[in-house]
Structure formats: C-alpha cells, structure tokens
C-alpha cells in the first residue's frame, strides 16, 4: 500500500515537474515571438522611416531586401532600373555585401539622397546605415557615405569635370601645378602628380564647394588624399552653360579680373638662351632697381654652375621659363629628340631652381607646329615685338623699336646673354617707366585665363591653337 502511494507521488512529482518545464518552455517560446514580433514592428518603424526620408529625394524608389547570413540589406533604388543612379547604387550593394561576411545580426540599409546644388546640377550621396538591435530598439552604429557624385538635373545624367571644364589637358596642367605649388611633402606630391597624370578627368572623383573643387584619391595606404583647386582659377575653363548657378560669384570675379586687366598698362620683357654668369647679373640689377618683373626663358645646357641665377630670380619674383636644352629647331628633330630637349630641361630647371617647374616654353626660332604641341605639352610663348637685339647688339636701335611698338599687352623678345642687351635696359626700363608701363610676368600678363598646352601666344589676347 505505502509502495503504491510513493509510486503515485513520485508520478505527481515527475507530471509536475513535466508540466511546469512545459508551461516554462511555453512561456518563452510566446515570449520569444513577441520579441520577434516586437522587433519586427520596430524594424519595420526604422524601413518605414527610412523609405519615408529616400523619398524625399526620390519619391518612386523601390526597396528590395535580401539576406545574407544573419544580416539583412535593405536597398532602396530609384524607380528606373536605367537611372544611372539606381547602377552606382547596385555597384556599391556589392561592396556592402562583401563586408558583411565577418559580421552577425546587422541591418544595412543602402539608399541614395540628392540635392539640388544649383538649376542645372544635383548631388548624390549614396550610404549605408548599419543598425543592431539593442534594449529592444534599433540602434545605428555607423553611417557610411561610400559614393559621392553629380547629376545633371534634368537629364539625371552623370555630370564629370569634363562636362563642366572640357579641355582636359588644361585642367590637368592646372591642377598638377596646383599640387607642385601647395603639397609640400613630396613623397605625397609625386603620388597626387602620378595620379593626375594617369587618370582621366571623367573618372575623378570631386566635391564643388563654394570656392574650390577638392579631387579625392585612395592611396595604397587607403587614405584619402584631397586636392583643392580653387574655382577662381578654372574659370577660364567653364563651359559657358555652368557659368551660373554655383560656380557664378567666381565666374564674375573672373570676368571683373578681366575687365580690369584689359584697363592695366602692362608689358612682359623676356629674356631668352641664358643664363649667362656674367651678363644676367646685370640684367637682374636693373630689374630690381625698376620694380620690374621678367620671364626668363632657360636653356638647359646652360644651368650648369649658374644655379644660383635661376634661385635669384624666383626670389625676385621673375618667371622661368623652358627654352629647350641646346637651343635646336624643334620642327626639324625626331620625337624622341623633341621629348628629350624638353623633359631634360623641365628637369633640370626644377632642381637648379629649388623645385620651380617651367609651365611656358619658348620654342627656339619661334618654330612650332601640331607635333611640337603635342609632345611638350606645355603653352607655348612667341612674342609680338621682336627688339632684333640678336642681329643689330646695339643699344640704340634696340630702344628705337621698343619706343615705336611698345603697346600695353605686348610680349617683348630680348637675349640676356648680350652685353649690348644690358646696356640698352636702362633707358628701355626708363621710358616705358614714364609711359606708364607695369613690367610684368607672362602668368601676370595672361591672368585671368588658362593658357592651352596646345596654344601658341604671341601677346595677351594673340594666340593660335595647334588642336
């Protein structure tokens, strides 16, 4: 009898305990589905929030959803499976995805927001929030802008620099000499002048503020390097039709500049085949005596023991100029010869000087034609009065022709390396003085426009393009 009644408490027991696991196991289970649920409606709060702000920007977006391992992506597209915006944002869903391999329960909502910078551009942030899901609310963890970009507004097409500034090479030669003037590490200036030099400008990567443009790279550290030009110096360069808007307060500074340089007396001596030890001295004296700034076009072969001329006149403000290696006429050498006579003397100049490069090159005997442009790459600079010092070295006839063809904008041909040179200057530097002449640089004479690497200059407003 007692054996019966152990066997039925011990049954009890173990139906209770069997019960009350079950009640247990019943109640966690509800409760985990409410979590489930409650965290359902909350993500569905945070897509609903989302979806609300992308439409902001694009008020027919799509979404579409996708699993990868325990982590769920949430892209939001535009409506047209064509719009190029809708492609940068499938490109970079892959990229998310990739990331997401070493990581569990995350969220990643990818979309695009676009602004309307001007009447005619539109800029396009694509991102990804990455959420977890912590004290039963979504939490964002990070936010990431992985692609930046413009459109054109109405069309929705992508707008590159090269829509914007179409000569490409001028661009180029701008900001490659924005960086040599501005980066001083040159570990870090190589890397941006290599960069620049590869790449072409429909696949560079910029952001339009309200003064500059900033170029972006990646280096092989995956560190952003920043470029800033600013928009007053690439106005030369505008396509007429994005003269408004965003770039229009640098484009009316640059058409005051141009009005004002048009009022300015200015003159631009040049000096060609130095330097020389003992005659370019000189010549730099009386510079300096008349507050007067030259352009100085070198010859390569004769930098050597006069490296200190070149350092002189970039510390008294004159402008160095390529003027070949040994003087040849460029039309009539191989390519390989032109490249040589040029390049070797880009850098030769450049270490002599402390680091100046030469961005104008004066073709000897002022020969230059399509193949001569396109080689050295660099705006070329002939002149518009010729002083003949080279045939007559003499003093008087030199200043009798600048007195009778002197004219404001003019580019003046001289040859520091002839005594008679020097010796005419200082009437020369006196009279245009009196007249009311500035004596200017070929950068200052020509500011307020970018010169063409395949332009040939004669004077401020001469030129003839070798495209």
Not at 26 to 51: C, G, H, M, P, Y
Not at 205 to 232: A, N, Q, V
Not at 385 to 409: C, M, R, V
Request: charged content about 25%; glycine content about 2%; overall charge negative.
């Amino acid at each position: 009898m007692r054996k019966n009644k152990s066997q039925k408490r011990l049954v009890y027991l173990v139906a209770s305990i069997l019960l009350c696991m079950t009640l247990i196991a019943a109640s966690v289970i509800v409760k985990n589905n409410i979590d489930r649920k409650n965290q359902q409606i909350k993500l569905n709060e945070l897509v609903t929030n989302e979806e609300n702000d992308v439409k902001l920007s694009f008020p027919n977006s799509q979404k579409q959803e996708s699993t990868i391992g325990t982590n769920k992506v949430i892209v939001f597209l535009p409506d047209s499976p064509d719009n190029v915006i809708t492609k940068k944002i499938v490109t970079n869903e892959e990229i998310v995805k990739q990331q997401l391999n070493n990581t569990k329960d995350a969220v990643v909502i990818l979309k695009a927001k676009k602004n309307q910078v001007d009447e005619q551009i539109d800029a396009v942030e694509v991102m990804a929030d990455y959420y977890s899901f912590v004290d039963k609310e979504y939490t964002k963890k990070d936010s990431q802008t992985i692609n930046q970009f413009y459109v054109n507004h109405q069309e929705q097409k992508i707008l590159t620099l090269k829509d914007i500034f179409p000569n490409e090479e001028a661009v180029k030669k701008l900001m490659i000499n924005e960086v040599e003037q501005t980066i001083d590490n040159q570990e870090q200036k190589d890397k941006l002048v290599e960069f620049l030099t590869a790449t072409n400008i429909n696949d560079l990567d910029y952001h339009i503020t309200t003064d500059k443009i900033e170029i972006h790279m990646i280096d092989d550290k995956k560190e952003t390097l920043t470029i800033p030009i600013p928009l007053d110096n690439l106005m030369p360069l505008i396509n007429p039709k994005f003269a408004q808007g965003v770039f229009l307060t640098s484009y009316t500074n640059y058409q005051d500049k141009l009005v004002k340089q048009k009022n300015r007396k200015m003159i631009a001596l040049t000096f060609d085949d130095g330097p020389n030890a003992k005659t370019t001295p000189q010549a730099l004296d009386i510079l300096k005596k008349f507050h007067a700034k030259a352009t100085f076009f070198i010859l390569g072969k004769n930098v050597a023991g006069n490296e200190e001329l070149l350092k002189r006149m970039v510390e008294e403000g004159h402008q160095l100029g390529n003027h070949s290696y040994s003087h040849p006429e460029l039309t009539k050498i191989t390519d390989d010869e032109l490249y040589k006579q040029i390049y070797d003397t880009q850098a030769i100049i450049k270490a002599a000087s402390g680091g100046v490069e030469p961005h104008v090159l004066r073709p000897p005997y002022g020969s230059y034609n399509h193949q001569v442009a396109s080689i050295a790459k660099i705006p070329a600079i002939n002149w518009s009065i010729d002083t003949l010092d080279w045939q007559s070295h003499d003093p008087i006839k030199i200043n009798e022709i600048i007195k009778k063809q002197a004219y404001s904008g003019a580019i003046v041909l001289m040859h520091d390396v002839h005594q008679t040179t020097i010796n005419s200057l200082n009437n020369m530097l006196e009279f245009l003085s009196k007249e009311g002449y500035e004596f200017v640089t070929i950068d200052e004479l020509m500011q307020g426009q970018t010169l063409d690497p395949m332009t040939l200059y004669f004077d401020r407003t001469d030129a003839k393009s070798y495209q």
